[in-house]
């Protein structure tokens, strides 16, 4: 049961350099988010999709993007990496009713 | 917009002891999510409470729902080592209001 996968795990990137979260989940759920998590903040909500094609913005969406062209992933992009983006990342999905299911996190350092 | 408060932050707390963490939230919602996050790992979902009265446990921990007051709490009886983690609560709107609110987390250390 792979639930909600996040690739990669692990990523060190340069200030201006860009790059993609991929998120893929085998749940068949309608409802994807991606979320940042840094310390003290709690989890903060970039961007979210209700549905294949759709797209929405969260609480802090500038200087990320997200695409949701297959139900089963989300990406969220990054076009200009900043320092200020060194975070924990998370993907989760869920059903229209019932809890979210969260992936594993991806560290993103930004220097 | 809807704001979700916890309190305690921080929680240190002896085994065998009870308490009870708070979560408060701005607006009308139609259903409450408790998670918990161990160390370095995801979100790990805890309860769903979907409804006002609503009462739920699992082991050593209980959730409970008061959509009158916009309050829910998570009470830990007997606490034990183990429970050592970062509670979340979640909060979402309803209708057509997909977005999943959180809490700032309280972070329980349950000491020997």
């Known amino acids: 049961n792979a639930g909600v996968t996040q690739t990669p795990k692990f990523r060190v990137l340069k200030t201006g350099q860009s790059m993609t979260l991929l998120c893929a989940q085998d749940m068949n759920h309608e409802y994807m988010y991606w979320y940042r998590q840094d310390p003290g903040m709690g989890l903060r909500l970039i961007h979210y999709s209700v549905g294949e094609g759709t797209t929405a913005k969260g609480e802090v969406p500038d200087g990320y993007n997200v695409s949701r062209l297959k139900k089963q992933n989300f990406l969220l992009g990054l076009e200009s990496a900043a320092p200020s983006q060194t975070s924990v990342y998370f993907c989760a999905s869920s059903p229209q009713i019932g809890e979210a299911f969260f992936g594993q996190g991806t560290r993103l350092t930004v220097v | 917009e809807l704001k979700v408060e916890q309190n305690p932050l921080f929680l240190s707390m002896q085994e065998g002891k009870n308490y009870t963490i708070y979560c408060n939230y701005s607006?009308?919602?139609?259903?409450l999510y408790w998670y918990r996050q161990d160390p370095g790992k995801s979100l790990e979902s805890l309860f769903v409470?979907?409804?006002?009265?609503a009462v739920k446990q699992e082991g050593r921990l209980m959730a409970s729902l008061d959509t009158k007051a916009r309050l829910s709490t998570l009470h830990i009886t007997a606490a034990v080592h183990d429970l050592s983690a970062t509670y979340f609560c979640?909060?979402?709107?309803?209708?057509?209001?997909?977005?999943?609110?959180f809490g700032k987390g309280t972070l329980l250390t349950v000491n020997p």
């Open positions: 607006t009308t919602s139609d259903r």
């Open positions: 979640a909060v979402r709107r309803g209708g057509s209001n997909y977005k999943l609110t």
């Open positions: 409470l979907l409804s006002n009265g």
